[in-house]
């Protein structure tokens, strides 16, 4: 009789293509994010805790998925909340300042991944490096005395908040693209579910309240040559008669361009159109509706360069 909570056979990435993350919702992003945006380089992901890195192959994925929700109906959601900072120090040149998150009941995110890897021992990079310390980072710094100076910046105006953990992310990346929501995998049997923070389902996504909003009216172009800029990235669009009302491409804490870029439209109909824009010049893009991204966010928000350093300028 097969096992339904044995996922042990099937086969684990080598590389952190597919991962499960612990990710806050977008609605407490922007009091971490906005300084990760200003410290985290080619960021992947949104605010999150590294949870299993990295997980299971493309191929194994829809049963991986399955095992995943058969393991976890018997796990209760929980409350983390982050009110403290602490570091890694990994040299003299490198340094990562973290928020410790706290969880009630104690030492759940451990027992939740214990319960995984149960599932799923050969996922067990996290530990097999020593004990995990689960940890969401903030950034990383070149001395130990450059990451203090910003710790005591945060503790004397850091606000403490909490969020309570009712799902789990199986993310999935090509290349060096930020994560789309494979799965959102709820915690919890009692049969009472509310909609994910991520993913088909989440805010933005179609038939759901916020469908209108920017969350639901934005696109994400990804895998754009290294020489793009925002002017290339409008172009795309508007040299096939789409009308843009916001546009902005990623950029790494020194200023750099990534190779992705958001697209907002005014309306739900002009994005869902646009979703469908001719990239025969870009023959490795794609385009991707924002809802189903673990990052970034909207154009102009906490996961945006420049408008995090206007804020701070004003």
């Known amino acids: 009789m097969q096992n339904l909570t044995d996922g042990s056979h099937l086969r684990k990435l080598e590389t952190s293509h597919a991962v499960i993350n612990i990710v806050p919702p977008r609605e407490i992003w922007d009091s971490i994010q906005s300084h990760r945006t200003l410290f985290t380089r080619e960021a992947r992901c949104g605010p999150h805790i590294t949870f299993v890195d990295p997980f299971i192959a493309p191929e194994d994925m829809s049963e991986a998925i399955r095992i995943l929700q058969e393991v ?35 030492n759940a995110l451990q027992d939740l991944q214990q ?48 969020f309570q953990l009712k799902e789990i992310y199986v993310l999935q990346r090509n290349g060096s693209d930020p994560f789309q929501v494979a799965a959102a995998v709820p915690l919890g049997g009692n049969g009472v579910t509310s909609p994910p923070h991520f993913g088909i389902g989440s805010p933005g996504s179609p038939g759901t309240p ?16 290294k020489n ?4 290339k990235l409008l172009h795309v669009f508007t040299s096939q008669n789409m009308k843009p009302i916001a546009h902005e491409m990623l950029r790494n804490p020194n200023g750099g361009l990534r190779t992705c870029g958001l697209i907002e439209f005014e309306t739900l109909e002009e994005a869902r159109i ?34 995090v350093q206007q804020r701070n300028r004003s």
Not at 84 to 94: I, L, T
Not at 212 to 224: A, E, V
């Open 72 to 106: 976890l109906k018997e796990f209760p959601p929980f409350t983390i909340r982050f009110e403290r900072f602490s570091k890694f120090v990994h040299s003299k040149n490198h340094c990562t300042l973290f928020l410790d998150p706290i969880c009630d009941p104690p």
């Open 115 to 162: 319960t995984v890897l149960k599932a799923f021992p050969q996922c067990d990079g996290q530990i097999r490096r020593g004990q995990y310390v689960p940890h969401l980072s903030i950034g990383s710094f070149p001395s130990k005395a450059d990451l203090e100076q910003k710790q005591r910046e945060l503790e004397q105006s850091w606000v403490p908040i909490e």
């Open 210 to 225: 916020q469908e209108n909003d920017p969350i639901g009216r934005t696109l994400l172009l990804l895998n754009m040559p």
């Open 228 to 231: 793009s800029d925002d002017q």
């Open 274 to 307: 646009a979703e469908r824009v001719d990239l025969s010049s870009l023959p490795n893009a794609y385009i991707l509706p924002i809802y189903k991204m673990a990052f970034p966010g909207t154009v102009g928000d906490c996961c945006s360069l420049l408008a």
